[in-house]
């Protein structure tokens, strides 16, 4: 079946250092690639997305990459500061594209 | 604008019991998808309505089921509760079905706790 494989599962960095978390995906339909934050008691919160048709995209210290090719794709996160500390998870949308196929999670501390 | 709220927030039900869990989407989505998050796992589709119908099903029994309200609000109920069950249950909306076609807000969930 569809399936999402992440790593590293937990991840430290210092303050001001980069953190770089990747995923693999197994169904060449998929065309939608979130990445979520979970803080320890909330909700998944969308904190960046890339779509098939782009290779790769910025938004402040956050970045993605996708490698459609080889089904995989990257979250990188430059100048970690501690309130970077949470659960992130990636994702990708089934072959009906209504439902989001997750993986098991990446633990990120960042100390300063 | 109220995100997406979720009830209770925390319940404890013994095996065999029955739970309902409750939804409320966005404001202005008509869209409802639940998903459970086992401890140190990612959240797994558990279905999807729209326009009060069941639009799509993950690899869930039947002992799940669901409703959706005229009002975009929905229902997540679970007979026949297993240990296994124990998990945060998350709803999440959006303004259409296709999750690449506009961002899914989750809420933060209902913890249920079977003994």
């Known amino acids: 079946g569809e399936n999402v494989e992440q790593h590293p599962s937990t991840l430290s960095v210092q303050e001001g250092d980069s953190a770089v978390i990747k995923c693999t995906y197994s169904d060449s339909a998929s065309n939608y690639f979130p990445w979520y934050k979970q803080e320890l008691g909330k909700g998944p919160q969308l904190i960046i997305d890339?779509?098939?048709?782009?290779g790769e995209k910025k938004d402040q210290r956050i970045a993605v990459t996708l490698n459609k090719t080889a089904k995989h794709f990257s979250l990188h996160i430059t100048e970690t500061q501690p309130e970077d500390s949470a659960v992130y998870f990636c994702?990708?949308?089934?072959?009906?594209?209504?439902?989001?196929?997750f993986g098991k999670g990446t633990t990120l501390s960042v100390s300063s | 604008d109220a995100g997406v709220t979720q009830s209770p927030t925390h319940l404890i039900k013994t095996r065999g019991q029955q739970v309902t869990l409750r939804c409320s989407p966005k404001s202005g989505h008509d869209t409802v998808s639940w998903y459970q998050q086992a401890l140190g796992q990612g959240p797994q589709f558990i279905f999807q309505y729209y326009e009060e119908e069941e639009r799509q099903r993950g690899n869930f029994p039947d002992r799940f089921s669901g409703h959706q309200f005229p009002n975009y609000s929905s229902e997540l109920n679970v007979n026949a509760l297993l240990l296994g069950d124990s998990a945060l249950y998350l709803c999440a909306s959006s303004l259409v079905g296709q999750v690449g076609a506009g961002e899914l807000f989750f809420g933060e969930g209902s913890r249920l706790t079977v003994l």
């Open positions: 994702a990708a949308d089934d072959q009906a594209g209504t439902a989001l196929i």
């Open positions: 890339i779509r098939s048709n782009v």
